[in-house]
């Protein structure tokens, strides 16, 4: 089940889905330790994925099953390439690539100024074809939305036009930032929450997901 976070921009897609939603709450607990937060998060990519991957193209091909030959559809083109914002992204590619085994992996390094809260770039590994690719971007939160678009940015000057932008959580900051830079690329989320603090976070959000996905903190 899912529906637009507004009715108004059809670009944003919240996924309730009631098994999201129960693993979403989950995560949100401050009990909740970090060998659980991992396999929760793996496990909402999954359920993101299906939704992020709702668009791709099929071509039909002739098979044999044991019972006749028949058409069928297998998805056409190139393979995707998911996109990691480091470091927190790295907790959500796994389950996507569960989904899709054979997509191509790219990684942009970003982190957050303290004091400006603007997205600092301190890598970047891309497929050499990314830009004949649908690219999936994740990182979990969508906060301030500055990472986001710095990551997409990039992607757009490496040749990239297609792209989706799965998260665990935004914020309505975020979303709007996010759209408003790049209104073609469509957004995946488990739900957008009230909004920033003085700091950059999502409240009530479910505190620093990097910190909880790798134990740092």
Partial sequence: MTEPATPHDAGVVVVDHPLVQHKLTLMRERQTATGAF??????LSLLLGYEAMRDLPLEPVEIDTPM?????????????CLVSILRAGNGILDGLLDLVPS???GHVGLYRDPETLEPVEYYLKLPD??????????????????SAVAAIDRLKQAGCNRMVFVCLLASPEGVACLRRAHPDVRIVTCAIDRGLDEHGYIRPGLGDAGDRLFGTK
């Fill in 68 to 80: 006749e030959r028949m058409e069928a559809r297998r998805l056409a083109g190139k393979k995707l």
């Fill in 38 to 43: 991992r396999t929760l998060a793996r496990e």
């Fill in 129 to 146: 074809d990314v830009g004949n690719r649908i690219c999936l971007v994740v990182d979990p939160m969508l906060a301030t939305g500055h």
């Fill in 103 to 105: 997509a191509r992996i």
